[in-house]
């Protein structure tokens, strides 16, 4: 086993206690909101008797003292059960999967979307600096941050969807479209079935919701990427190679954007942590079936094990993530190292 | 709480000019320094942000006279908690009822320590009204004490009474006998299509709870099952109930009910449904644990039932502790699932993919994302009293959660749905000059209100509380945030409800009243 492989086991095992601090943290402060799950669940009905609600109060455990309801909920989490919804009265663990590849489907779009548009513009406004390029560039990525997304999809839907007609306004996929399910992602599922009409169609539903999400990003990736270019431009090993005359494309591509990538890399593995939690207000305005509209809707109906076990996907995500990062990291830059 | 108030840019501007012409208006006529005759009143308004503009209102109206009157907005839950603590003074709440009879809003609201009872409100000889009244069987008796319990419910005034909100809902011009139903549920067996064979509902959720019938308590879901499962009897828009699968049914005594089955009825699976199939649908709900080790949260909407019978083949016989008057409302919102199925799948296969007798099957779907259904070939034709009877005109029915108002109304007018319900007052501005679109508003089953904790000072004084009743006008507010499109209550109960006394007027914006008022229960006024 090479130093990096152990690194990277260490690594993951420290992940551990996080976690366990992490779903602790989230059993403990849900709790200490204002609420009763059960008076919610019951919703405004006549004829709620107060042993009804009793009951269905120790069902669910909730009857029970705080630790007695930690511990027994811990132990049914080592073995893999992570309880059962309060509102959806399913298990956690379906809901969750089946709502995982949503999210993830959207996220790398909007990732795909903010890299192709972010890294070219900040190389460009780099390498042509203060020049009209450069202005146009990161007035748009400045407009891209500042743009509300709640703001930016609805105009985007009166623009192409009731303007234009070009796409949908919401939704994941057209009625009779989906493709055979095999990874619950709808443009690899038909890349995979080699079903272009369902591809096409899905890449119709992910355009609007996608780019809304990208565009922050985008901008963000843009104005880190021209930062770091500029200063990589200024460097003596740029310098020497433009002075042993490669070619300047050479020199900016192979010589300065490599390790002007370092910082990007890292603004990226953030961002992605947060696209992967599923953006709440991008997935309402467009119906999305993600897991960001489920946590925000157990927070308000005060479903306990579904807060707490998006919760720990949540840090999950970020862990993996981080990790991702850095190993990437040694690949930019040999000499680093995790 | 607040259910889809959809707040737009113009509605809070049209808020903003009230306020100010309040604000002059009262400037103008007071125009002399308080009047200290007594201590200031001083009164913190909570509400939730779907009701802020109607709090500042009704908060610069208390002020005209003479009340230090201050907004709080909370998180509905989280100000639950603090209201059933008896915390908080005066509050924005609201309560829908789902019977067309006071017992499922009046008797929770206002009877001492029941669970919706926020005001901490108590009245001893209303609570034996109430109490009364839901054994009685006599209908004449029981509007009679309806009657009493309003009167008594008025004049001690434990709410600043408000009003119920129209539903507004719009469809495409190419649905046919499309009627919106007062208790919001959207029956899609009678509705036609003239393009195309397929009906898309756009839902304003986030989810449904639940494809299984015994596992829910919302609307929403109810809405979406009732075109998959059919019960004993059903409702016309209006509320009146009906037999569906039931032929007839009969009252042998007060405490039993005896129903008479369809011999015609069949489950999606081919599977006959008799009386067996009834039984077990009950007894599920009623037994603890019957459901995968889970217990049904509906077990108390049947109110005092204690067993249900098989008869014969076809007739099945319902016993309860004690008369129950409107048990056939009650059963309304109960379908009837498959035994056999059941038993064969077990529940988590049942919920996957649900099986009922109701006019469309289910296809596929996701909770929080669209369920489709399409058309049951051999459906027993529904209810004789609701025309058209016979299978479904629409071959697919697809419900979509669009849960932001405004995609809702694009997705309209881009003709991808074909109905929307709860279209918030400024949207139907809009779409009213849309000659693709139809609205149409029915009355509302939801009761607004202002409640004041009865418990403690001031709110503890009836005087006080009379004085707020006069001290708001609410067809100003009405008008001017909900575009007129709601009913003025005089006090808790519904228009559309039993018992209720038309000829109770509501308390006159009076404000001259309320600083009398006011003044007599020793506070300063400002006049």
Redesign the interface.
């Known amino acids: 086993m090479t130093r990096t492989q152990v690194q990277i086991i260490e690594r993951i095992l420290a992940a551990i206690p996080i976690m366990l601090g992490v779903v602790i943290l989230a059993f403990l402060f849900m709790r200490m909101?204002?609420?009763?799950p059960v008076?919610?669940?019951?919703?405004?009905?006549?004829?709620?008797?107060h042993e009804?609600?009793a009951?269905?109060r120790a069902?669910f455990d909730l009857d029970k003292s705080l630790p007695v309801q930690l511990v027994l909920y811990l132990g049914r989490l080592f073995k893999g059960d992570m309880g059962?919804s309060l509102?959806?009265?399913?298990p956690v663990k379906e809901i969750i999967l089946?709502?995982v590849p949503?999210t993830v489907e959207l996220a790398l779009f909007s990732l795909l979307f903010a890299l192709i548009l972010g890294i070219p513009l900040g190389i460009a406004s780099a390498r042509y600096q203060n020049s009209i390029v450069d202005r146009i560039g990161m007035a748009t990525s400045f407009l891209g941050i500042s743009m509300p997304g709640f703001w930016l999809g609805?105009i985007g839907?009166?623009v192409f969807?009731?303007g234009l007609?070009w796409l949908?306004?919401?939704?994941?996929i057209t009625?009779g479209m989906a493709p055979k399910s095999i990874t619950g992602l709808m443009t690899l599922d038909a890349l995979i079935t080699a079903n272009t009409g369902a591809l096409k169609d899905a890449l119709r539903y992910l355009a609007l919701p996608a780019v809304t999400m990208g565009a922050g990003v985008a901008a963000v990736v843009a104005r880190v990427t021209r930062s770091s270019m500029l200063e990589a431009l200024k460097t003596d090993y740029v310098l020497f190679a433009k002075a042993k005359g490669v070619p300047d494309r050479t020199v900016t591509i192979k010589h300065a954007l490599r390790n002007a990538l370092i910082p990007t890399v890292t603004v990226v593995g953030l961002q992605v942590g947060t696209l992967l939690g599923g953006n709440m207000i991008v997935e309402?305005?467009?119906?999305w079936?993600g897991l960001g509209?489920?946590v925000v809707?157990a927070i308000?109906s005060?479903d306990y094990p579904l807060v707490q076990a998006a919760v720990m996907v949540y840090a999950l995500t970020f862990v993996v993530i981080n990790l991702a990062t850095d190993i990437f990291y040694t690949y930019l830059n040999p000499k680093m190292t995790l | 709480m607040g259910k889809g108030k959809d707040h737009g840019l113009s509605r809070c501007l049209t808020a903003l000019v009230v306020l100010a012409a309040i604000l002059v208006f009262t400037g103008l006529i007071a125009g002399s320094p308080i009047q200290a005759s007594g201590k200031t009143l001083s009164i913190i308004v909570d509400a939730v942000a779907d009701r802020a503009d109607e709090a500042e209102i009704i908060a610069t109206y208390l002020r005209a006279v003479g009340v230090e009157a201050e907004v709080r907005l909370w998180?509905w839950?989280?100000l639950?908690?603090?209201l059933e603590a008896g915390e908080r003074q005066m509050y924005l709440s609201d309560?829908?009822s789902?019977?067309f009879d006071p017992?499922?809003?009046v008797?929770?609201r206002l009877a001492t320590g029941d669970?919706?009872n926020y005001s901490g409100y108590s009245n001893a000889e209303l609570d034996h009204l109430l109490d009364k009244v839901q054994r009685l069987v006599d209908p004449n008796e029981r509007k009679e004490a309806y009657f009493k319990a309003q009167d008594i419910i008025f004049h001690d005034a434990p709410w600043i009474f408000g009003y119920a909100l129209n539903e507004v809902e719009a469809a495409r011009v190419e649905i046919t006998n499309w009627q919106p139903s007062m208790d919001s549920r959207i029956n899609l067996h009678d509705v036609g299509i003239t393009q195309g064979d397929?009906i898309v509902v756009a839902m304003k959720e986030?989810?449904i709870?639940?494809l299984?019938p015994a596992?829910?308590?919302?609307r929403p879901t109810e809405t979406v099952l009732r075109n998959i499962f059919d019960g004993l009897v059903t409702r016309t828009w209006d509320g009146k109930v009906v037999p569906e699968i039931a032929e007839s049914w009969t009252v042998p005594s007060d405490n039993t009910y005896v129903f008479n089955l369809r011999k015609d009825v069949k489950f999606h699976n081919g599977d006959p449904l008799d009386a067996d199939d009834v039984v077990f649908t009950f007894k599920r709900i009623m037994e603890?644990?019957a459901i995968a080790g889970?217990?049904s949260?509906r077990?108390?909407?049947?109110?005092p039932l204690e067993s249900v019978r098989k008869i014969d083949q076809y007739t099945v016989e319902f016993t309860l502790a004690n008369p129950f008057p409107i048990f056939p409302q009650a059963l309304v919102h109960f379908q009837i699932v498959p035994e056999g199925y059941i038993k064969e799948v077990g529940d988590?296969g049942f919920?996957a993919k649900p099986v009922g007798a109701g006019p469309f099957k289910f296809k596929e779907g996701?909770?929080?994302?669209?369920i489709?259904l399409e058309r049951f070939e051999e459906y027993y034709g529904g209810s004789p009293e609701i025309p058209p009877i016979g299978i479904a005109p629409a071959k697919?029915a697809?419900f979509?959660?669009?849960?932001?108002a405004?995609?809702r109304v694009?997705?309209l007018?881009?003709g991808?749905v074909h109905i929307i319900q709860q279209l918030p007052p400024d949207l139907a501005v809009t779409l009213s000059k849309d000659k693709n679109i139809q609205i149409k508003s029915v009355e509302g089953t939801r009761v607004y209100c202002v409640e004041l904790n009865c418990r403690r000072a001031p709110f503890d004084d009836i005087r006080v509380r009379q004085a707020m009743n006069y001290a708001v006008d609410w067809d100003v507010i009405l008008e001017s945030i909900y575009g007129g499109d709601a009913i003025r209550l005089a006090c808790a109960f519904l228009p559309s409800g039993f018992g209720f006394n038309p000829d109770l007027a509501p308390y006159p914006y009076d404000p001259e009243k309320a600083r009398t008022l006011l003044e007599e229960a020793g506070y300063s006024v400002k006049r």
């Open positions: 909101i204002p609420g009763d008076d919610i669940m019951m919703g405004e009905a006549g004829g709620v008797t009804e609600m009951s269905l069902q059962y509102q959806r009265a399913r089946e709502a949503a609805i839907i009166i969807s009731l007609g949908p306004t919401s939704g994941r009625y309402t305005i467009f119906g079936p509209r489920i809707d308000f005060r | 998180e839950n989280a639950k908690d603090r309560w829908g789902a019977y017992f499922d809003l008797i929770p669970r919706g397929t986030d989810k709870v639940t299984d596992m829910y308590r919302d603890e644990g889970q217990t949260p077990a108390g909407l049947l109110g988590s919920a996701r909770l929080d994302d669209q489709v697919t697809i979509r959660m669009i849960p932001e405004t995609v694009a997705a007018k881009a991808e």
